[in-house]
C-alpha cells in the first residue's frame, strides 16, 4: 500500500497528539518506526474513557484513530507478525452449547501471534487470548450438503463457553490440531490438583463463596486459605475481596470445564 498519514492520540500520561504513518511494510508513530514483523500483538483495550489500540512491540503504544480507528486495527490484524493459515471459519458456531443464528461460514485466515490467536477475514475479527483458549479436537459437520472432517475450539468469551470451527485442507488440520495443543500444554498449571481442590475449584466457578464452600465441605478457614493460595500461585484464580475472596482466571474455567469431562467419563478428541 502506498503510505497513509495519519493524525492519532497517543497516550503517555496524558493524551497527545501525534503524526501515525503506515504503509505495507510498518508503522511509524511520532519518531519510532515499527516493523509490522517487530508487533507482536495487539489488540483493542480501554484507557482513560477512551477505546484504544494497544500495540506490543518491545513496549506498548496505546493509540486511538479516532473514526479510522476500525479500519487501522483491521489493518494491523492482518499484518503484524503471525503464522497465519488459509481456511474457512465458522465463528461463533456455538454459545455455551447452543447453536448460533445466523453465523456462517467465513473465508479467511486461522491467524496465531505470541499472545492470542485470531480468526481474520473481510466481515469479522475475532480475537482470543491464548490464556482464553479451552480445546481444539476434531469433529464432523454437514458443510454445504457434505459431511466435513473439522477442527473444533472452544474458547471463554466471558466467563461463556464459544466453540468455532475451522475447515481446510487435512495436513493444515493436523498442523494447527498439534500447534494448538502445545499452546494448550503450555497453559496447564505446573501440578495436578487434589480431589478436594477440584470440588473447590468448581464450588469457585458456580459461585459459592468461601463460608458455604467451608460448611459444605466441613473444612477451616486456614485450609481453604492454603488451597486459595495455591490456586492463585497456579494462575488459575486471582483475589477479588480482603476476606480471601477469589474468581477464576480463563485457565481455571478451562480447567474445571476438563474436570467435569473426567468425571462424566466424556471423551475428549
Same mark, same amino acid.
Given at each position: 500500500?502506498?503510505?497513509?498519514?495519519?493524525?492519532?492520540? %497517543?497516550?503517555?500520561? &496524558?493524551?497527545?497528539?501525534?503524526?501515525?504513518? %503506515?504503509?505495507?511494510?510498518? =508503522?511509524?508513530?511520532?519518531?519510532?518506526?515499527?516493523?509490522?514483523?517487530?508487533?507482536?500483538?495487539?489488540?483493542? !483495550?480501554?484507557?482513560?474513557?477512551? $477505546?484504544?489500540?494497544?500495540?506490543?512491540?518491545?513496549?506498548?503504544?496505546?493509540?486511538?484513530?479516532?473514526?479510522?480507528?476500525?479500519?487501522? +486495527? @483491521?489493518?494491523?490484524?492482518?499484518? =503484524?507478525? *503471525?503464522?497465519?493459515?488459509?481456511?474457512?471459519?465458522?465463528?461463533?458456531? /456455538?454459545?455455551?452449547?447452543? /447453536?448460533?443464528?445466523?453465523?456462517?461460514? &467465513?473465508?479467511?485466515?486461522? #491467524?496465531?501471534?505470541? #499472545?492470542?490467536?485470531?480468526?481474520?477475514?473481510?466481515?469479522?475479527?475475532? @480475537?482470543?487470548?491464548?490464556?482464553?483458549?479451552? *480445546?481444539?479436537?476434531?469433529?464432523? @459437520?454437514?458443510?454445504?450438503?457434505?459431511?466435513?472432517?473439522?477442527?473444533?475450539? !472452544?474458547?471463554? &468469551?466471558?466467563?461463556?463457553?464459544?466453540? *468455532?470451527?475451522?475447515?481446510?485442507?487435512?495436513?493444515?488440520?493436523?498442523?494447527?490440531?498439534?500447534?494448538?495443543?502445545?499452546? /494448550?500444554?503450555?497453559?496447564?498449571? @505446573?501440578?495436578?490438583?487434589?480431589?478436594?481442590?477440584?470440588?473447590?475449584?468448581?464450588?469457585? +466457578? !458456580?459461585?459459592?463463596?468461601?463460608?458455604?464452600?467451608?460448611?459444605?465441605?466441613? =473444612?477451616?478457614? $486456614?485450609?481453604?486459605?492454603?488451597?486459595?493460595?495455591?490456586?492463585?500461585?497456579?494462575?488459575?484464580?486471582?483475589?477479588?475481596?480482603?476476606?480471601?475472596? =477469589?474468581?477464576?482466571?480463563?485457565?481455571?474455567?478451562?480447567?474445571? *470445564? &476438563?474436570?467435569?469431562?473426567?468425571?462424566?467419563?466424556?471423551? #475428549?478428541?
Amino acid at each position: 500500500m502506498n503510505e497513509t498519514k495519519l493524525l492519532a492520540e %497517543i497516550f503517555d500520561g &496524558e493524551w497527545k497528539k501525534v503524526e501515525v504513518l %503506515i504503509n505495507g511494510k510498518g =508503522i511509524t508513530i511520532g519518531r519510532d518506526r515499527i516493523d509490522f514483523k517487530a508487533i507482536m500483538d495487539v489488540e483493542i !483495550t480501554q484507557n482513560e474513557g477512551k $477505546e484504544t489500540i494497544k500495540i506490543r512491540s518491545g513496549k506498548d503504544y496505546l493509540l486511538n484513530f479516532g473514526e479510522r480507528q476500525g479500519q487501522v +486495527y @483491521r489493518f494491523l490484524a492482518f499484518n =503484524i507478525k *503471525s503464522d497465519k493459515f488459509a481456511v474457512y471459519f465458522l465463528s461463533p458456531a /456455538l454459545r455455551g452449547g447452543v /447453536l448460533v443464528a445466523n453465523s456462517k461460514w &467465513e473465508k479467511g485466515y486461522f #491467524s496465531i501471534t505470541e #499472545s492470542a490467536a485470531w480468526f481474520l477475514s473481510p466481515e469479522k475479527i475475532i @480475537r482470543v487470548p491464548l490464556s482464553a483458549l479451552g *480445546s481444539a479436537k476434531k469433529d464432523k @459437520r454437514t458443510v454445504g450438503d457434505k459431511q466435513r472432517v473439522v477442527l473444533a475450539v !472452544t474458547h471463554l &468469551e466471558g466467563k461463556e463457553v464459544i466453540t *468455532s470451527f475451522i475447515l481446510c485442507p487435512e495436513t493444515t488440520l493436523e498442523l494447527l490440531l498439534d500447534y494448538l495443543h502445545r499452546i /494448550l500444554e503450555q497453559q496447564k498449571p @505446573r501440578e495436578k490438583l487434589s480431589e478436594l481442590e477440584e470440588q473447590i475449584l468448581t464450588m469457585v +466457578y !458456580t459461585g459459592l463463596d468461601s463460608s458455604n464452600i467451608e460448611s459444605i465441605l466441613g =473444612i477451616n478457614t $486456614e485450609k481453604l486459605n492454603e488451597i486459595y493460595d495455591k490456586f492463585v500461585n497456579l494462575g488459575i484464580a486471582r483475589v477479588v475481596k480482603v476476606r480471601k475472596e =477469589i474468581e477464576l482466571t480463563p485457565k481455571g474455567i478451562v480447567l474445571v *470445564s &476438563e474436570t467435569a469431562k473426567k468425571l462424566g467419563g466424556g471423551k #475428549s478428541g
